[in-house]
T-cell receptor, first 114, second 113 residues
């Protein structure tokens, strides 16, 4: 069966420090991978998606970047964190596009920038 | 701009009672609509997924309906349990580009004993 791992679950980082969040998927090949950010009381916002190794698309300009060094590994990074980067980050994967494909989410990382 | 609007923003119900959550969307063209359940501090978990040709789909005590003509969906929870307390998110995908999902802000359901 397919599983998705996302870590760490919580993270407190000072302003200006670097960031690296990792997401790995097991049990599937060539998945589409996504990074979302969720603000309190608001819908998930797509940050990055990737349809293959080294292929990254950015949805919104921001202080973050993403990389896909391996087929089932997706990394969210920042060189210098801002206070506004605080939030709940979710990694997801899907196989598609297809009419009835589903997106499966990791457990999320609560990032607090202080 | 493609949008997904959910109502109510939150609701409180007594254990054993039923409730219905609403989702209206303007995403076009439409591919599919999904309902997710998200426990606090956790990732969303899929409940149902419907394409434009499906009107209803059930998953245990959860029943989703879809009216693609009016662009409305509902999620009905029957005989609520304390474990149903969560945020329920409506997600719509656009056309054949499944990479772009439009998320509603969610409805927070609190079930009380």
């Amino acid at each position: 069966s397919q599983t998705i791992h996302q870590w760490p679950a919580t993270l407190v980082q000072p302003v200006g420090s670097p960031l690296s969040l990792e997401c790995t998927v097991e049990g599937t090949s060539n998945p589409n991978l996504y990074w979302y950010r969720q603000a309190a009381g608001r819908g998930l916002q797509l940050l990055f998606y990737s349809v293959g190794i080294g292929q990254i698309s950015s949805e919104v300009p921001q202080n973050l970047s993403a990389s896909r060094p391996q087929d089932r590994q997706f990394i969210l990074s920042s060189k210098k964190l801002l206070l506004s980067d605080s939030g709940f980050y979710l990694c997801a994967w899907s196989v598609g596009p297809a009419l009835n494909t589903e997106a499966f989410f990791g457990q999320g990382t609560r990032l607090t920038v202080v | 701009k493609n949008q997904v609007e959910q109502s109510p923003q939150s609701l409180i119900i007594l254990e054993g009672k039923n409730c219905t959550l609403q989702c209206n969307y303007t995403v076009s063209p439409f591919s599919n609509l999904r309902w997710y359940k998200q426990d606090t501090g956790r990732g969303p978990v899929s409940l149902t997924i419907m394409t434009f040709s499906e009107n209803t789909k059930s998953n245990g005590r959860y029943t989703a309906t879809l009216d693609a003509d009016t662009k409305q969906s509902s999620l009905h929870i029957t005989a609520s349990q304390l474990s149903d307390s969560a945020s329920y998110i409506c997600v719509v995908s656009q056309g054949s580009n499944d990479y772009k999902l439009s998320f509603g802000a969610g409805t927070t359901v609190t079930v009380r004993a």
